[in-house]
């Protein structure tokens, strides 16, 4: 059973879409974050839930919501999809967060939103 | 501020070692991470070292840390063609819980 898992792997939407991206981890971890990565490969981080809390907010567009049901869940809405919007999204967790007992972090195998 | 550094690219024959480096600024990381990714593929954590730690193997990987000058190494013993990736280093400060990554480094091995 995959650890953390997203879906879908692959989306390809026009400007303008509302899109999801779901993400779920059976480890029994606290804490989730989604992370965005950029044509270049640079690596960023977006959200972080734990316990169904967010913690962390980055700068990023008020299009993008993350929602978090359960703790086992934290997925990514998208509105009005733009062109910049086309990335890697990873989904990631961990047991808690740093000051916890969190030292591992683990990611899905990412989900690649391109958007013409 | 939180930065983290790697070279771009390495180049290495199949069979030697490894050596990519990375520098970070933020000193009050607690764990620093190493991730494997391959082409299309997500990032597998290959190793972790507690800052309180100066080295850490497991198997063919040794990871080095010198935390007065803020610089982390992974070292890839006998490396195989397979080791061709991107290797991400990250910092994870214990003011932010978040992961901070470096630029990546693509190591290609050649035969």
């Known amino acids: 059973d995959t650890a953390v898992s997203q879906t879908p792997k692959y989306l390809v939407t026009q400007m303008g879409n509302d899109k999801s991206i779901k993400c779920e981890q059976n480890?029994?971890?606290?804490?989730m974050y989604w992370y965005k990565q950029d044509s270049k490969k640079f690596l960023k981080i977006m959200f972080s839930y734990n316990n169904k809390e967010l913690i962390i907010n980055e700068t990023v567009p008020n299009r993008f919501s993350p929602k978090s049901p359960d703790k086992a869940h934290l997925n990514l809405h998208i509105n009005s999809l733009e062109l910049g919007d086309s990335a890697v999204y990873f989904c990631?967790?961990?047991?808690?967060?740093?000051?916890?007992?969190?030292?591992?972090?683990?990611f899905g195998e990412g989900s690649w939103l391109t958007v013409v | 501020g939180e930065d983290v550094e790697q070279s771009l690219f390495l180049s290495v024959r199949e069979g030697d070692s490894s050596v990519i480096n990375c520098t970070y600024t933020d000193s009050s990381s607690t764990y620093l991470y190493w991730y494997k990714q391959e082409p299309g593929a997500g990032l597998q954590l290959l190793t972790y070292i507690f800052s309180n730690m100066d080295m850490k193997q497991d198997q063919r990987l040794t990871v080095l840390l010198n935390k007065k000058d803020k610089h982390l190494s992974l070292r890839i013993a006998d490396t195989q063609t397979g080791d061709s990736a991107i290797y991400f280093c990250?910092?994870?400060?214990?003011?932010?819980?978040?992961?901070?990554f470096g630029t990546g480094t693509r190591l290609q091995v050649f035969p």
């Open positions: 990250a910092e994870r400060s214990y003011n932010t819980d978040k992961l901070i």
């Open positions: 990631a967790s961990s047991q808690d967060s740093v000051r916890g007992s969190g030292n591992t972090i683990y």
């Open positions: 480890l029994g971890h606290d804490t």
